[in-house]
């Protein structure tokens, strides 16, 4: 580890925004430690990897295994004594029409967008400081307030991301964990596997946005809900 460089734990960073975000944070000098899942390195992480060499960390992260998630933060632990930002970004989208609604999709969507992150920051909880930035990628489709598509298929994510949000803010007002900066953030529609061709934003675009909010964010928005460009969503 290259301790004179400051340090972000990025996960799901083998394609679409984690990917973009991976790249940019190099570009931007930083250290980076990207997660994956087990035995899955993208041809484009890899070279990443191949490119920017001991600045990038490839470690394998599975956030729907507790065993895998407490074996990464003790490795980490172990590695580093602070980090500057951690963006939870990892996350599956399980998609089913109201109808066809069953048990598996919604459990699927709250362990991965919602428990795995939830155990993460926990297991991480030693390397959070006063200037520790935690960043939940969330979703429009997140806010009560505007319910965006609410009668297509994305239910069980759209309320796993709500859950999310509601972690993010009782973290922001934990005693033990506000002194470090808490966010949730929407990117928007993005050309991603999980957006797809229609959206009109790139992921070199969104991810250059994010890091811009994120470099600029202050105590004060601890707790808050944006989107990629730092405007407040409503709940």
């Known amino acids: 580890m290259n301790k004179s460089k400051q340090t972000i734990i990025l996960t799901g960073a083998s394609r679409g925004i984690g990917l973009g975000l991976c790249q940019h944070y190099l570009q931007s000098g930083w250290q980076v430690i990207a997660?994956?899942?087990?035995?899955?390195i993208s041809s484009g992480l890899q070279a990443l990897k191949d490119q920017h060499g001991?600045?990038?960390?490839?470690?394998?992260?599975?956030?729907?295994?507790?065993?895998?998630?407490?074996?990464?933060?003790?490795?980490?632990?172990?590695?580093?004594?602070?980090?500057?930002?951690?963006?939870?970004?990892?996350?599956?989208?399980?998609?089913?029409?109201?109808?066809?609604?069953?048990?598996?999709?919604?459990?699927s969507n709250f362990?991965?967008?919602?428990?795995?992150?939830?155990?993460?920051?926990?297991?991480?909880?030693?390397?959070?400081?006063?200037?520790?930035?935690?960043?939940?990628?969330?979703?429009?489709?997140?806010?009560?307030?505007?319910?965006?598509?609410?009668?297509?298929?994305?239910?069980?994510?759209?309320?796993?991301?709500?859950?999310?949000?509601?972690?993010?803010?009782?973290?922001?007002?934990?005693e033990q964990t506000k002194k470090s900066i808490f966010c949730a953030m929407s990117p928007g529609w993005v050309k991603t596997d999980m957006g797809g061709e229609q959206a009109p934003t790139s992921v070199t675009e969104v991810s250059k946005q994010i890091y811009t909010t994120v470099e600029k964010l202050t105590t004060?928005?601890?707790?808050?809900?944006?989107?990629?460009?730092?405007?407040?969503i409503p709940w």
């Open 35 to 40: 997660t994956h899942r087990p035995a899955s």
């Open 54 to 107: 001991e600045d990038l960390w490839l470690a394998e992260l599975d956030l729907c295994n507790e065993q895998s998630i407490h074996k990464f933060a003790v490795e980490m632990t172990s590695q580093l004594t602070q980090l500057a930002v951690l963006i939870n970004n990892a996350g599956v989208s399980v998609n089913v029409n109201f109808g066809d609604w069953e048990q598996a999709s919604f459990l």
């Open 111 to 174: 362990n991965a967008n919602l428990v795995g992150p939830a155990l993460l920051i926990q297991g991480l909880y030693p390397l959070l400081s006063e200037t520790t930035k935690v960043i939940q990628i969330s979703t429009g489709l997140a806010s009560i307030q505007e319910n965006i598509g609410a009668d297509g298929p994305f239910d069980a994510y759209a309320v796993s991301k709500v859950a999310l949000n509601l972690l993010t803010v009782r973290l922001a007002n934990r």
């Open 220 to 232: 004060a928005q601890s707790g808050t809900y944006l989107d990629s460009t730092g405007q407040v």
